[in-house]
């Protein structure tokens, strides 16, 4: 990857009090330089990528921040103002009478090259959803993929950029975004309506906006997909699981709902009567989940992932990162973490020997750990417990089991709902049985494996035996290629057949 980075660092300088900005101008990590704080009354601090570094002895006064407000340009609604034809940005920090008392001057870089880790899904014109924690890098890569939209695809290509930081601040963009149009927003709490506003008033191929955070946004959004104008956002959350467990931007991936099933329906899925499923196709194809600026997690189908989640199986995902300029990918299963406060006091060969089992079922997790031939004993007793196994939903309630559990100081292992799979899934990843793996992920896999068999030679293939579920899942990932599919033989040994052909033929094909 010929990476290009530019960051107009010196004209963020220009705006500090020079006791602040020299010695910044003196260090050699410029790279790496992410803001400066200033907060009335204490010490101004450089944050790096991995460390801080106090600026001047000097506390901070009220005549410092002035400075850099009279060489700035207005604060708006949002409380963030910016230079002219630059991608800084200045954020201020405010006492009760509306005085700022702290600023956080963030550095804002253009880096060209970046995209090349996901440049075939732009160039695909689906809608893609950027994800990741602040910082990561999701406007940066927005901002790259607009230019390359415009740029290189000549697609008519509108910015809605709420705070300038697309764009950068004034009313000449910045060179970063290309030939991308931009709209500016006057206050954050318009930028759902500036968004239709796009589409209606100056017919956009496509639409780029940052930080889709509230559900007239998130209705706005879904607008703009169904008129089939392909939408290239952010939104706030680390991975897909946040935002299905968000009620204001679940929307964005098809929303979630409460379905009850009829007593017949119950027993041929297994489940209970009430279960959860997506409400509509999601406003985004393809969610990507940036873990940083060279390494990123691609969901190339959103409905199958969400339908798979909620039935509590996992679907692989393609993570992709860059590796002596070249870009490298690899399918990987989505282990579900812990909780974030959520501790395991492990050590390599000092695994958990005792499980105590807390609001999931005790039979299941005994027929799984006997399944994996794992030497493992289910107590009932937290005092002989060497680790708590829960359910998410049970987690988030904090009974006095688990308060007590994190007074031991016995670790908590949570999973994502009362079901085998999740069970085996926690289990594999506790006591790092690599060949465990979840029967929808290798289904899937195997039929990947099939399609790029059948693409090259044009052979037809039968896959293993599945259930309805996971064959209608085969069938969808083999029409994404244009291939047939079709079921054959009777349950328990009914499987999926895939052949190369035009997709007409597709028309007629059996229930799965």
């Known amino acids: 990857m010929q990476k290009v980075i530019t960051d107009d660092l010196d004209a963020l300088l220009d705006v500090l009090p020079p006791h602040i900005s020299e010695p910044l101008s003196q260090t050699d990590a410029r790279g790496e330089f992410m803001e400066v704080v200033m907060d009335l009354g204490r010490q101004p601090e450089a944050r790096y990528l991995n460390r801080d570094m106090v600026l001047s002895s000097k506390e901070v006064t009220a005549e410092d921040i002035d400075y850099v407000v009279r060489h700035i340009g207005a604060f708006g609604d949002d409380n963030r103002a910016g230079i002219e034809r630059t991608l800084h940005r200045i954020s201020a920090i405010r006492n009760r009478e509306g005085r700022i008392v702290g600023l956080s001057c963030r550095v804002g870089r253009a880096v060209f090259g970046i995209i090349t880790l996901i440049r075939d899904l732009v160039e695909s014109g689906q809608s893609i959803l950027l994800l990741g924690r602040p910082g990561v890098g999701k406007t940066t890569m927005l901002r790259e993929v607009a230019r390359v939209l415009a740029d290189d695809l000549g697609k008519r290509v509108i910015i809605v950029d709420t705070s300038n930081e697309i764009g950068g601040d004034g009313d000449i963009p910045h060179p970063a975004i290309g030939r991308a149009r931009r709209m500016q927003v006057s206050t954050p709490l318009r930028q759902h309506a500036v968004m239709i506003e796009a589409v209606e008033n100056h017919m956009p191929e496509v639409i780029v ?36 467990m968000n009620p204001t931007l679940s929307d964005l991936i098809g929303g979630i709902q409460t379905v009850t099933l009829g007593d017949e329906e119950a027993r041929r899925r297994g489940t209970q009567k009430s279960i959860l499923e997506r409400k509509a196709p999601p406003t985004f194809d393809v969610v990507v989940e940036i ?15 969400v339908d798979a989640t909620l039935r509590g199986h996992l679907i692989p995902l393609e993570v992709r990162w860059f590796e002596n300029g070249e870009v490298k990918s690899e399918k990987a299963l989505p282990y579900a973490p812990p909780e974030p406060d959520v501790t395991r006091k492990q050590t390599r060969g000092d695994e958990p020997k005792n499980i105590l089992p807390f609001g999931i079922s005790r039979v299941r997790l005994e027929e799984s750990i006997k399944r994996m031939r794992l030497h493992v004993n289910i107590v009932s007793d937290l005092k002989e417990a060497d680790l708590l196994m829960t359910s998410k939903s049970h987690y988030r309630r904090k009974s006095q089991v688990l308060r007590d559990a994190e007074l031991r100081g016995t670790p908590i292992y949570v999973i994502r709902s009362d079901k085998t799979s999740q069970m085996e899934q926690g289990l594999a990843n506790i006591y790092r049985v690599e060949e465990h793996s979840d029967s929808v992920a290798v289904a899937l896999m195997e039929a990947e494996q099939a399609i790029e068999e059948i693409q090259r ?23 994404k290629y244009d291939l047939i599919t079709r079921s054959t033989g009777k349950a328990p040994r009914r499987r999926v057949r895939i052949s190369a052909g035009d997709g007409e033929a597709r028309r007629g094909l059996e229930p799965v």
Do not use: Y
């Not at 940083?292 to 199958?304: G, L, N, Y």
């Open 209 to 244: 906006i940052d930080e889709i955070g509230t559900e007239l946004e998130a209705l706005a959004s879904r607008t703009i997909a169904e008129r089939g104008v392909q939408l290239v956002g952010t939104a706030h959350g680390n991975t897909l699981d946040n935002l299905m």
């Open 291 to 305: 873990q940083s600026w060279e390494r990123v997690a691609i969901h190339p189908d959103v409905a199958a992932v």
């Open 457 to 479: 030679t044009g052979q037809a293939m039968e896959l293993s035996p599945q259930n309805a579920f996971i064959r209608r899942l085969q069938h969808q990932l083999a029409e």
